[in-house]
């Protein structure tokens, strides 16, 4: 009687589970054409914003003509004529009101300096036609540490440069439109948000859309210096009205005020060293392309720079706390009862956007200095990644994320930051002007004497502004530069040990494993519920392994009680379900049974994890805590694999499994890779291939080079990702072979685990792959760690 009573509460159940389950179905068909519709959306989005994705092979039609090239690059020291007239004034006149006429020597003087440096960059490009600029420079001339100290100088002011530049733009606006004054942290931030689309979208078309506003600032600026000397010139020389004037001090000029003043008026240096760092942004001849433009750069720089100052004297325009140096000028040139008046808004407007275009020079410099990093082993690796548009889009990400995090930190206060600024760029000009002279004195060449002298009488003037920077804005926030310099030196030694500790351990590895004995596999199916994921998951043991495996289930508060017989029903009792005892919580109670079970570098135990999901979410997955906990567990557990089986419930009914083809994702040649070959041959699939998505034929040429050195017998295919995402390539190779309604595919995944935060220095690629299978028809996923923790 009471086992009759229990027979039909199981099969109530039973039969509730069977109506749930045809709900959730049909709730999820309904729902498919829907979340498909928001994929397309997202899709779209992207692509309006960013841009559709281009092929690597057509990086050739992203090189600059000069034309284009010059307001992507030239656009930070044409800039810096809105400010550094300025910053060189507030110095003086903070000292003594009558020292204002000083600022023009002090300007002859650092327009000397930017010819110097013009010149020896100019033979800087030409002979390193490479991104890199000072860095390679000094790595090859000067060794390892003073090429590290010059590019975590360029770094840290690529960053200072378009925080200065955009807070600078928008107090430009701000002078023009005194009522948006309170929201200059937020139009800021606007700013750089926009600046990082426009370049993620691609540098040829950030070039075309900066190259109008870029140019136009320096035709009404030779209008604005031109009418405005010939106003002096005639004795007509209209003095400026200055609200607001910043406090006059009333002591002596002497030289370290003149010393102070220099040092802040150098930032008209800043960006010089930009076309160095990406002159195979060019079109060939790069190198004489990449010169060309430099010398127009420099000569339009300087006779902006001097022209400012020297109206800024003759008219008597002295920083003001509420209106820009260049607004004064401008207002007093162009009356407003002058037909010319217009003009003012003109020059108010292009500055604004000079300014903030500027930082478009950063963001040419910071991504392309990153990947030669991390191909050097010293930066993350993510940083060489292309994006869809065939930028450094990692590179441009943590620009933006840096540079708006010292905008809301300083309240986009120009002031506070410009005492951060040029430290960083002086000290790569000094490093890269003395390897170039090293250079110089190495070759053979022709005239190399006088090319060695004019870049050393480089090396000696940057340094001297360093040295002066340093002296003079050390406490006013300059000692944070000196602090973080010296910080990103260890850091990249840092990195570069991990890469390296990294690169003999996999190739010790590979010796390990070619040594190691036949591998076995012992199989472990663990069991939550009976359900459909649940029958994929035991039609996939019984292939690899027959009915020699284990089943074992965990109960928890909401697991069914009377699993194991309704298990019996689907085996048979081949095998039959083990019921574990959890003391310490599910998770840890599979842990501990694995531990009785011998496992190896050759010994390998599989623990297949079927997961039934209502709907495509992540979130769902997540939800599942004791899967996905037993899932994380697992990858730091030695000798053990993980195999996913997936199953959504919306897929209708799954057909039995009559062919299984196995294939193994390969991203190189190495230890981890001939470990996942292993554990392959324990799975007995037939039709077992070793399969690599390459970006590029190098990239495919160099793998298949690494696999025939190390004797792996494994076939291997070679697939091509045209636009360096692995994704949807690999969903095609797939479907080619679930489009056999018998077939499951089992992709075998070696995965390197680390710890800490070891794990950012790596590209996530197992976890995108995780994440784009899960929900992938007939899919089995399985992941063999291989641990360098």
């Known amino acids: 009687m009471a086992s009759s009573q229990v027979c039909g509460s199981l099969a109530s159940e039973h039969k509730d589970r069977q109506a749930t389950t045809l709900i959730d179905r049909n709730a999820e068909e309904a729902q498919a054409p829907l979340l498909a519709e ?62 204002a006429h000083l600022v023009l020597p002090v300007s002859l003087a650092i327009a000397a300096v930017l010819a110097i440096v013009v010149l020896s960059y100019v033979q800087t490009v030409q ?53 948006l004054a309170s929201h200059q942290v937020g139009l800021s931030l606007f700013f750089i948000l926009l600046l990082t689309v426009v370049n993620l979208r691609g540098v040829r078309e950030s070039g ?29 020389c209209p003095q400026a009205h200055v609200p607001d004037p910043l406090v006059a001090g009333a002591g002596t000029v002497g030289v370290l005020v003149l010393l102070r003043a220099f040092s802040s008026g150098a930032a008209a240096l800043t960006g010089v060293e930009a076309i160095s760092n990406g002159v195979n942004a060019f079109k060939p001849p790069q190198g004489r392309n990449a010169a060309k433009t430099l010398l127009v750069m420099g000569a339009i720089a300087i006779f902006l720079f001097l022209g400012v100052s020297y109206l800024a004297v003759h008219m ?26 217009f003009l003012y808004y003109a020059v108010q407007g292009l500055t604004f956007a000079i300014l903030v275009l500027a930082a478009n020079t950063s963001y040419q410099g910071f991504p392309r200095l990153g990947a030669v990093l991390a191909r050097d082993r010293f930066f993350p690796r993510q940083f060489i990644n292309l994006g869809d548009r065939l930028v450094y889009s990692n590179g441009i ?38 390897g170039m002279v090293r250079y110089w004195l190495r070759r053979r060449d022709r005239g190399r004497r006088r090319k060695a002298l004019i870049n050393g009488f480089g090396a000696v003037a940057t340094f001297v502004v360093a040295i002066l920077v340093i002296q003079t804005k050390f406490l006013a926030g300059a000692w944070a530069v000196t602090v973080a310099i010296p910080v990103l030196v260890l850091a990249f030694y840092g990195v570069n040990r991990h890469y390296r500790r990294v690169e003999r351990r996999l190739r010790a590895g590979a010796a390990a494993v070619s040594a190691a004995p036949p591998a076995t596999n012992e199989v472990v199916l663990y069991v939550e519920s009976t359900d459909a994921a649940l029958n994929e998951a035991l039609a996939y043991a019984r292939k690899i392994s027959g009915d020699r495996f284990r089943a074992i289930h965990a109960p928890g508060p909401r697991t069914d009680p009377g699993i194991r017989p309704r298990f019996r029903e689907l085996t048979d009792l081949r095998p039959d379900l083990e019921v574990l005892v959890p003391e310490d919580g599910r998770a840890e109670a599979v ?33 599942r805590r004791t899967e996905f906990s037993l899932k994380v567990r697992l990858l730091r557990e030695p000798g053990v694999v993980i195999s996913d089986v997936p199953v959504l419930s919306g897929n209708g009914k799954q057909k039995p499994t009559k062919r299984v083809v196995c294939r193994i994702l390969v991203s190189g040649a190495h230890a981890a890779s001939m470990r996942a070959v292993n554990y392959a041959g324990t ?30 017998s494994l076939p291997l295919e070679i697939e091509e990702a045209h636009f360096r995402d692995i994704g949807d390539p690999l969903i095609r190779y797939l479907r080619g072979i679930t489009a056999d309604p018998d077939a499951v595919a089992v992709v075998v995944m070696p995965e390197l685990i680390f710890s800490g935060p070891q794990r950012l220095l790596h590209n996530q690629k197992a976890l995108y792959i995780k994440r784009l299978l899960l929900f992938e028809p007939r899919v089995i996923l399985t992941s063999v760690p291989y641990r360098l923790d």
């Open 397 to 434: 990400v943590v620009l933006s994320g840096l540079a708006a995090f010292l905008v809301w930190i300083f309240h986009a206060n120009v002031l506070a930051l410009i005492h951060l600024y040029v430290i960083g760029v002086f000290t790569a000009f000094t490093l890269s002007q003395a």
């Open 683 to 712: 799975l007995g699939v037939e039709d077992t291939t070793a399969v690599f998505f390459a970006f590029d034929s190098e990239e495919a040429d160099r793998l298949r080079e690494e696999w025939s050195s190390l004797g792996i």
């Open 591 to 623: 842990i501990e049974y694995l531990w009785a079970l011998p496992r190896g570098e050759s010994n390998f135990v599989t623990v297949i994890i079927p997961e039934l999901f209502r709907r495509r979410s992540l979130l769902a997955a997540l939800s």
């Open 38 to 99: 928001r994929r397309e959306r997202l899709d779209s989005l992207k692509r309006v914003v960013v841009g559709p994705p281009r092929a690597t092979g057509d990086i050739g039609e992203t090189l600059l003509s000069k034309t284009l090239a010059l307001p992507i690059f030239a656009s930070d020291p044409l800039s810096s004529v809105a400010y550094a007239t300025e910053a060189a004034l507030a110095v003086l006149i903070a000292a003594s009101l009558g020292s």
């Open 316 to 341: 008597h325009a002295p920083p003001s706390g509420s209106v820009s140096v260049i607004s004064e000028i401008a207002r007093t040139t162009f009356p407003t009862s002058s037909w010319t008046s």
């Open 208 to 236: 075309i859309l900066f190259a109008v506003p870029t140019y136009a600032f320096v035709v009404v600026m030779f209008t604005l210096i031109g009418t405005g000397v010939g106003k002096c010139a005639a004795g007509a």
């Open 127 to 179: 002979a390193y036609e490479t991104s890199g600029g000072a860095y390679v420079v000094a790595k090859e001339n000067l060794g390892t540490l003073p090429s590290l100290v010059a590019a975590a100088a360029l770094l840290v002011d690529y960053v200072l440069t378009v925080a200065v530049s955009v807070t600078a733009g928008v107090f430009a606006l701000t002078s023009a439109v005194p009522s």
